[in-house]
């Protein structure tokens, strides 16, 4: 089972649209959560970490549920300047080795 | 502020030959500092990581290394590439027991063919 999983998609929705991603993580003794986003041929740049409590930035609202091993991603009225791969990051103690989902494509569409 | 250089951008290489990628960071010390590559359809993989001058975690065996000479320098080496090793390599820095934020330089995409 890998680290971290996610559904690769790609998820195509249309402008305006509320999108949700999931991610699964195998170590139950992670400690810290991200998402990142990244751009086509470009460098991953952080997106929100991922509070027990849940938060929310705007439009973006993270999810984790430590039972089921499992965080999320909410984007709502989604912007085609959205569109985007999205990663999770799951850490453990330190943070000095964060590993990395393969991302979820998604494309806003106009 | 703080910034991260990697370099060179691209880079075409034949099987076989030596390969050095450089990064450095400006406006902080004692950065982690970590080399990352991202293979087609894969995500990051995680290749090194480093807390202090001359000491490097090594995640993947292989024949690449990595070296660390200076507090904010990250060297990333092959005597011989391998097709495999064909990605995009990104360097990237974190305060240390902070957030667990990485700040990623803009990364450098190596063909080998």
């Known amino acids: 089972r890998k680290e971290v999983e996610q559904d690769p998609g790609p998820f195509n929705v249309p402008e305006g649209a509320t999108v949700a991603f999931n991610c699964t993580y195998s170590?139950?003794?992670?400690?810290?959560f991200f998402w990142y986003r990244q751009d086509c041929r470009k460098e991953p740049k952080l997106l929100m970490s991922v509070y027990s409590s849940g938060n929310e930035d705007g439009r973006f609202t993270a999810q984790l549920n430590r039972a089921s091993q499992y965080i999320s991603l909410l984007i709502r009225d989604s912007k085609l300047s959205d569109s985007a791969t999205y990663l999770c990051?799951?850490?453990?103690?330190?943070?000095?080795?964060?590993?990395f989902g393969t991302g979820t494509r998604l494309t806003i569409i106009p | 502020s703080q910034t991260i250089h990697q370099w060179p951008a691209t880079l075409v290489q034949p099987v076989g030959s030596p390969l050095s990628l450089e990064c450095t960071v400006e406006g902080t010390s004692n950065p982690n500092l970590y080399w990352y590559r991202q293979a087609a359809g894969r995500g990051l993989q995680l290749l090194f990581y480093s807390v202090g001058i001359g000491q490097i975690s090594s995640e993947v065996p292989q024949n690449l290394s990595a070296s660390r000479p200076q507090d904010r320098q990250f060297i990333l080496s092959s005597k011989k590439l391998l097709l495999s090793d064909s990605g995009f390599y990104l360097c990237?820095?974190?305060?240390?027991?902070?957030?667990?934020?990485?700040?990623f330089g803009e990364g450098s995409r190596l063909t080998v063919l």
């Open positions: 990237a820095w974190s305060v240390r027991r902070d957030t667990g934020e990485l700040f």
């Open positions: 990051v799951v850490g453990g103690f330190g943070n000095e080795k964060l590993t």
């Open positions: 170590n139950s003794a992670s400690q810290s």
